[in-house]
């Protein structure tokens, strides 16, 4: 097999991005879907290989709760976005907690899920604390779901939504949905 160049190719494409939105345009559908798969499979390939996730998440797991104890918002650090989620509980049947769904399923479920950690809550309350990494994908949807549960009934608090856009964390919106009485 011939060796491949593709330095003028990548010279356009780096040069100006708009290049590639016409290249796109150029092909076939089932080039643009192997295409599309590619990328997401390179972006996916770099998130692993890429930076120390143990001392991401060790770091994260100092700094990544507020003094409620739940997790704060996701951030994007390196090639990876981290997700702490967390419940702390006053009892069986009473807890605060906060986690991430992505792309509508939850996290600990996503297919996307590059590694998770969980801790058990140090101090008096009962709980624990997890730290999520998921690589970088354009179009990746993430809401961050704040809720409690009282006497076995569990309601939602909050909601805020982000999207990945250019490999950023963009906040779409943020609603309180707690005096609906969803569940």
Not at 38 to 63: K, P, Q, S
Request: glycine fraction near 10%; proline fraction near 3%; charge should be negative.
């Amino acid at each position: 097999m011939a060796t491949r160049r593709y330095g003028t190719i990548v010279k356009h494409l780096t040069d100006d991005p708009d290049t590639a939105v016409e290249l796109a345009a150029k092909l076939s559908d089932d080039v643009l879907h192997h295409l599309a798969e590619a990328l997401r499979d390179e972006a996916r390939r770099r998130a692993i290989r890429g930076g120390d996730h143990a001392a991401l998440i060790a770091e994260t797991f100092d700094t990544g709760f507020g003094r409620d104890g739940l997790g704060v918002d996701p951030w994007v650090e390196g090639d990876v976005i981290v997700c702490p989620g967390a419940m702390v509980a006053k009892s069986k049947s009473n807890h605060r907690c906060r986690f991430v769904s992505v792309d509508d399923v939850w996290i600990w479920e996503s297919g996307e899920l590059l590694e998770e950690e969980k801790r058990s809550n140090p101090g008096a309350e009962d709980g624990f604390r997890a730290v999520a990494l998921l690589p970088i994908l354009n179009g990746m949807t993430l809401d961050v779901v704040s809720g409690r549960a009282r006497g076995g009934q569990h309601s939602v608090d909050q909601v805020t939504s982000y999207v990945v856009r250019r490999g950023t964390l963009i906040e779409v919106s943020r609603r309180d949905v707690s005096g609906r009485g969803m569940k």
